[in-house]
């Protein structure tokens, strides 16, 4: 089995001048090549700080971090647009940090955006689309890099829930037929629930592994989309058996 990254016992400790704060503590997992994962847990529990780790922001205070590519993409909260510039060249920033930007690849951004409803808006400015359109221009720059990871912290958080809906379930299809290795922080069990492929639920900080659920949906035999995976049986008992983990938590 060809894994992307793994984290084997994993420990983060942060330091103020007056004390010490354990985020992480003893975590370890894997993420196979194509696989989808989501990180679900209580605010405050590390979960960011893992998408830190792998992506080489941050250093584990102790155990050990393995990514086996140099190709990482970053999706944040907020998209990060810089509103100067139109949205072709939005997507162009990647590839020109990473001295990628070849006639070549800019023809595929332009691909990307007809694929992905945008190209009719590519010399529009960000402040005039609506926010699941900058969302999707957003993963159009980060994939533009062709990332072999991707790396996603709350990337819907700042949606409405019917564009939240909306944008998840096209970003959901997007990525599992591109079969992009992709960790997918979120408090939204719903959205881990129908988008991943594995769902990870994480503790009170220090965090640790609570559960751990492989998602398959019978239901959803073929082609796979998050919205069709909403409306199954399974759906709900996986949601359930989560928020129980979760709720327990609380107690």
């Not at 979120?186 to 659920?213: C, G, L, N, Q, W």
């Amino acid at each position: 089995m060809e894994y992307v990254c793994e984290l084997k016992n994993i420990s983060k400790r942060f330091h103020t001048i007056n004390n010490e704060t354990k985020a992480i503590e003893d975590l370890s997992f894997k993420v196979k090549k194509g696989e989808i994962v989501s990180i679900v847990g209580p605010s405050g529990s590390g979960k960011s700080t893992v998408l830190s780790l792998l992506a080489g922001l941050e250093e584990p205070s102790e155990g050990e971090v393995t990514v086996n590519t140099n190709s990482i993409g970053f999706m944040f909260q907020k998209d990060q647009l810089y509103e100067w510039r139109n949205i072709y060249k939005n997507c162009l920033i990647g590839l020109e940090i990473k001295h990628m930007d070849t006639e070549e690849n800019k023809n595929k951004v332009l691909e990307m955006l007809k694929k992905y409803g945008l190209y009719n808006f590519r010399n529009h400015y960000p402040s005039q689309l609506s926010g699941g359109m900058r969302q999707r221009a957003a993963l159009v720059r980060t994939l533009a890099i062709e990332p072999d990871l991707l790396l996603l912290d709350e990337p819907f958080s700042a949606l409405d829930y019917q564009t939240r809906l909306s944008v998840g379930n096209e970003v959901g299809e997007i990525l599992r037929k591109e079969k992009i290795t992709t960790v997918l922080v979120t408090h939204d069990i719903p959205e881990a629930v129908s988008m991943s492929d594995r769902v990870i639920v994480f503790t009170e900080r220090p965090a640790k592994i609570k559960s751990e659920y492989d998602i398959n949906f019978k239901e959803c035999q073929g082609e796979r989309t998050p919205m069709k995976c909403r409306n199954t049986l399974e759906f709900g008992e996986y949601f359930r058996q989560i928020w129980r983990d979760l709720d327990v938590e609380k107690e």
